[in-house]
């Protein structure tokens, strides 16, 4: 006989959520929990939220403006030895969170999957996640070889601080960058050229992404506000010498 799955608790049963049970359904009996359910699509069952809290591993996969609410309400079903792990779009705060909010008896890494259900619409091995220790080395390292064994993800173990410095340009300039030319609509298609094509490939990736995702990337990662400061005042110098030249 074989053993049967280990359950996972699945916060969240949105886009990404489902995305994360499709991906995580061959090696967990997905136990998934969303405050405002839809039909499930057969990767996870649908369950009341204190079910999924107790399972051995809890997934939060809700916005980063939710996520200390959310934590509160998860915080009494926990059980001893629990894993949680959150996969926002920014990890400073979370780790915060939950470095603060969770009980002791429970372990917590941060992760950010470098990939959305639109550039995952292929398969995700060979895709990107990071990794951050939250309470502890051991338990990263562990969920780290799971992602690259099991997933065949490539990942990055790194602290959340020089996660945001990083997510803040890569993630803050594509988004901010995408928003105002989604703005801009309709674009030409005709006509255009290859680079152009490769920005608007990057702007289909993020054209369906929820407004939370934005402004969790833009509000709550603690160092994109200086990038986009700089980003406009390089812009400002550049139309400043456009107006300016013969």
Known sequence: MTSPRPQLGLIGYGAFGRLTARHLAAWFDILAFDP???????????????????????????PVEALAETLAAIEPHLQDGALVIDVGSVKVLPARLMADRLPAHVRAVGTHPLFGPQSARDGIAGLRIAVCPVRGDRVARRVAAFC???????????????????????????????????????????????????????????????PAVFRAIERDNPLAADVRRRFFDLAEEARADLDGGV
Request: proline share 4%.
């Open 36 to 62: 405002d359910p839809t039909a499930g699509d057969g990767s996870a069952r649908l369950t009341d939220l204190a079910t999924a809290a107790t399972c051995p591993v809890v997934i939060l996969a809700v």
């Open 148 to 210: 690259r064994q099991a997933l065949k993800l490539k990942v990055f173990i790194v602290s959340s601080e020089d996660h945001d410095r990083e997510a803040a340009m890569v993630q803050g300039l594509t988004h901010l960058i995408s928003r105002v030319l989604l703005s801009m609509e309709p674009l030409p298609t005709r006509m255009t050229t290859v680079s152009f094509e490769r920005i608007m490939q990057a702007v289909e990736m993020v054209r369906y992404d929820s």
